[in-house]
């Protein structure tokens, strides 16, 4: 066992309590959402450690862990069951785009903040006439003195009602051809000219959210990565948000990954004979095929860290995040087939975890549109990636 492994290990056995292991309650930095205690002390604890963003550099909150030594780190976290300290849009989107793009100023003021989970963000891309073809937003930022004056609307902000700040595309010279003249910008959600509004949903739930903006002020300092050069940092951060959802951003310390997939042994709870045995030929060719490419997903996720020249992949991210998404939907679609009948309640008659699967069947649909669309996807791998004519 190498040095770093056994300070890791005896580390993290100490300091984790135990609130924070298994499932349960993960911080993403919201000013409104009251931590548990245990969770509190280990968002605190890892923080001070540097291990809430174990690769950036130790001035900015950081532990500039390699990619071996964080590989150790998830790897041991996992071990003890232990959650990722901290999540959320802080960490993994909008930090590492400001350490990519944003001047000495700004990642000062910026990245220990994001790195203490002080403030969750929202995603201010998506508007109603821009979702796939981002570059015709219209939400506008007009130059007044030091600051920028929004005005415009987004919408599918994901936990707004709860973020602290927003980073935002808005043009910023319309005159300019459409992928020119754009800026991406950082707001305080707490004036009262952002205005959230919430969308129901025929769940019940509303995690998605309009969000207004009637003059919002930004200070020009809050611009990141230039004037009218928005296109190209936004594309970055989309990269790291496809990174997240692919499991090969490594700017949080993404704890307690669970390498065995717990999906066979429930088709087998639900398909199989006393034996142990799935009768069903197709089911059983489903589950075969299921697991292999989930295999094949874990060792190209494996393989895309490893090529790391930075916190994440560029253009790969698309690959990975779509096939990603795409075999958990198998997974999920395989399960609720095995189900039966019984994948069909959504009552309280239902089991806990029928109903818990059947909500994530249907939530797990999002994952092809969701940091854009399977279709968008495919389009960037037939250009980017396998450099196919436009
Ligand atoms: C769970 C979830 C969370 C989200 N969170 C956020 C968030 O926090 N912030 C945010 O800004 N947005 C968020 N979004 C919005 C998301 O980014 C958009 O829904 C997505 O980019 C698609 O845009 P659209 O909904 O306008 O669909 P459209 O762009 O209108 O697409 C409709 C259909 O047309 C297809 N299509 C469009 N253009 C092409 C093309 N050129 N070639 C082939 N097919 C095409 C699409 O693939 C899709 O099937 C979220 C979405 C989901 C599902």
Redesign the pocket.
Known sequence: MTDFRKETRAWLEENCPPGARGEGQIPIGSTSIELESDVRLWLDRMAEKGWTVPTWPKEYGGAELDREEYQILVEELGRIGARTPLTGRGVNYIGPTILEFGTEEQKAKWLPRCARGEGAW?????EPGA???LASLSCKAVREGDNYIINGS?I???DATYCDYIFVLVRTSPDKPKHEGISLVLVDMSQEAVQVRPIQLISGASP?CETHFDNAIVPMEDLIGGVDNGWTVGKRLLQFERSTHAGINISGSQGGRVEEDPLRDQVRRYAADENGFISDTELRNRLTTYEMNTRAQTITQRRAIEELQSRAPGFTSSAVKLTNALNKQDGDELLVAAMGSQGLKWDQDAEKEELATLKRWLYQK?LT????????QL?IIAKRVLGLPD
């Open positions: 929202a995603m201010g891309y998506s979702g796939s073809d987004k599918w902000t994901s998605f999002s549109i969701a940091g854009g669309t399977k279709e968008v389009n």
